[in-house]
T-cell receptor, first 115, second 112 residues
Framework: SAVISQKPSRDICQRGTSLTIQCQVD?????MFWYRQQPGQSLTLIAT?????????ESGFVIDKFPISRPNLTFSTLTVSNMSPEDSSIYLC????????????FGPGTRLTVL | KQEVTQIPAALSVPEGENLVLNCSFT??????LQWFRQDPGKGLTSLLL?????REQTSGRLNASLDKSSGRSTLYIAASQPGDSATYLC???????????FGTGTRLKVLA
């Protein structure tokens, strides 16, 4: 298993500002992902965080809006830039070791409210 | 484009009932399928993972089946309990990737 922590757990931000969310894993993992869950919706993948290289973004998500860093195999950050109320969501980090089971483990999420 | 749909969207049952949650996906080229549970204010917990070559997986009172050719999976919960109340999410991993595409979820409430 993998234990994942996220900081902050929640935040209320003003329109136009940026917030950086941290994801820390208790052991080295191969893959790290960032998801968004808008109110009443399911999860949508934002990007795959690649260690030592630029993240791979899904359709509809761009690096200027959601810059991601992954400096090592246990840590990643997601920044939500120039926020608007539409960015109010839960942001979740998930990891996978690419073992035979390929189970994905999820962090507790960061609940973001933009006023 | 892979799309994942779950039926029903919400379900309320009395304690002790056996129930079935359904998941359908549009593209059968998947690496695996996973069922998750999400409790309010918490992250996701993996319940069962079915590899594309498998037909079903069981864990305790839970049994998940996979019919890749028809693009369907079911999660069977036996003898439901109030503690089973949560949102259940189905997610598929497209072949050649390690990411997951999530379904719309089923919100389950088990009444004591």
């Amino acid at each position: 298993s993998a234990v994942i922590s996220q900081k902050p757990s929640r935040d209320i931000c003003q329109r136009g500002t940026s917030l950086t969310i941290q994801c820390q894993v208790d052991s080295q993992v191969t893959m790290m992902f960032w998801y968004r869950q808008q109110p009443g919706q399911s999860l949508t993948l934002i990007a795959t965080a690649n260690q030592g290289s630029e993240a791979t973004y899904e359709s509809g998500f761009v690096i200027d809006k959601f810059p991601i860093s992954r400096p090592n195999l246990t840590f990643s950050t997601l920044t939500v830039s120039n926020m608007s109320p539409e960015d109010s969501s839960i942001y979740l980090c998930s990891v996978s070791r690419l073992t035979s089971t390929d189970t994905q483990y999820f962090g507790p999420g960061t609940r973001l409210t933009v006023l | 484009k892979q799309e994942v749909t779950q039926i029903p969207a919400a379900l309320s049952v009395p304690e002790g009932e056996n129930l079935v949650l359904n998941c359908s996906f549009t593209d059968s080229a998947i690496y695996n399928l996973q069922w998750f549970r999400q409790d309010p204010g918490k992250g996701l917990t993996s319940l069962l993972l079915i590899q594309s070559s498998q037909r079903e997986q069981t864990s305790g009172r839970l049994n998940a089946s996979l019919d890749k050719s028809s693009g369907r999976s079911t999660l069977y919960i036996a003898a439901s309990q109030p503690g089973d109340s949560a949102t259940y999410l189905c997610a598929v991993s497209p072949s050649g990737t390690y990411k997951y595409i999530f379904g719309t979820g089923t919100r389950l409430k088990v009444l004591a």
